[in-house]
């Protein structure tokens, strides 16, 4: 099932790692450069796809994205949405 997750980062040095961690588990992480919030945080999805049940996804993901950085804020399955200001 796809699914899309919002991450954000809050020092925008850890974008690389974050983007090899997810790279490593067949996710994609794209910046969302129209999301306002509290610089230098980046804000961006993680998008993918899983046999997971939804409810498991953002820990699975906080669990690769934690340690290089990242944060996960809500996940869905799905395409990508529109990040919320």
Same mark, same amino acid.
């Given at each position: 099932?796809?699914?899309?997750? &919002?991450?954000?980062?809050? =020092? *925008?040095?850890?974008? *690389?790692?974050?983007?090899?961690?997810?790279?490593?588990? !067949?996710? =994609? @992480?794209?910046? =969302?450069? =129209?999301?306002?919030?509290?610089?230098?945080?980046?804000? !961006?999805?993680?998008?993918?796809?899983? &046999?997971?049940?939804?409810?498991?996804?953002?820990? #699975?993901?906080?669990?690769?994205? #934690?340690?290089?950085?990242?944060?996960?804020?809500? #996940?869905? @399955?799905? &395409? *990508?949405?529109?990040?919320?200001?």
């Amino acid at each position: 099932m796809k699914f899309a997750a &919002e991450v954000l980062i809050r =020092d *925008p040095a850890n974008v *690389p790692r974050v983007r090899a961690a997810l790279a490593a588990v !067949g996710c =994609d @992480y794209v910046i =969302d450069t =129209d999301a306002n919030g509290d610089p230098p945080t980046v804000f !961006g999805m993680a998008i993918g796809a899983t &046999e997971l049940k939804q409810d498991d996804i953002g820990s #699975w993901l906080l669990g690769i994205v #934690w340690s290089v950085g990242g944060d996960v804020v809500e #996940w869905a @399955y799905g &395409e *990508p949405w529109k990040i919320r200001d």
